[in-house]
């Protein structure tokens, strides 16, 4: 991808958008790696003994994960210079019914568009998008098989999901 060209860019332009997929797998390679080892991360029982429905995902692997369609835009991680979120939702992670735990079972949509530019500053403000993606049955609380021509239910995870980077 080529660096974006600060003259080129406007508020409102679309920057890209990615969807991301979480396995129990991935919670504990996620969690060996920042030494988060919290149970609601890879215990069912423990998680709703605190009152979630299930094991989620790490925050910060959620948080971590969105802010990657930036850095990839910009064509340099070092160039995001500020990153916030605020967290509104958890990731729920099942376990697989069948098969490998590295099988996903959470699905996430992340699209970034430019919501400031500052010229003078070389400063671009990237609004993210951070949805979880759910089959519409299992978003019922029904059995999560999907018909193909149904759209997913998309429920916002992170709210003013917001980076600035320095073009």
């Known amino acids: ?40 991360h890879w215990n069912d029982r423990f998680a709703r003994e605190v009152g979630l429905d299930g094991v989620i995902a790490h925050g910060m692997l ?17 160039a995001v210079v500020d990153y916030q979120a605020r967290f509104t939702k958890p990731v729920p992670v099942p376990d697989v019914q069948t098969g490998s735990p590295e099988s996903p079972t959470a699905r ?14 070389r400063r671009v403000r990237i609004d993210l998008t951070v949805e ?4 519409a049955a299992e ?11 149904q759209e997913p239910t998309r429920t916002k995870v992170l709210a003013k999901s917001q980076a600035v980077v320095l073009l």
Not at 139 to 149: F, L, R, V
């Open 108 to 121: 996430l949509l992340i699209t970034g568009k430019i919501g400031a530019v500052d010229a003078e500053e």
């Open 139 to 149: 978003a019922q609380g029904q059995s999560p098989t999907e018909e193909p021509d």
């Open 62 to 78: 959620t948080m971590g994960s969105a802010v990657g369609l930036v850095s990839d835009w910009a064509g340099d991680p070092g």
């Open 132 to 135: 979880m993606l759910q089959p």
């Open 1 to 40: 991808m080529n660096k974006p060209v600060l003259a080129d860019l406007e508020k409102g332009q679309q920057i890209g958008s990615r969807e991301l997929s979480f396995s129990r797998a991935d919670l504990l390679r996620y969690a060996a790696a920042s030494g988060d080892h919290n149970p609601i």
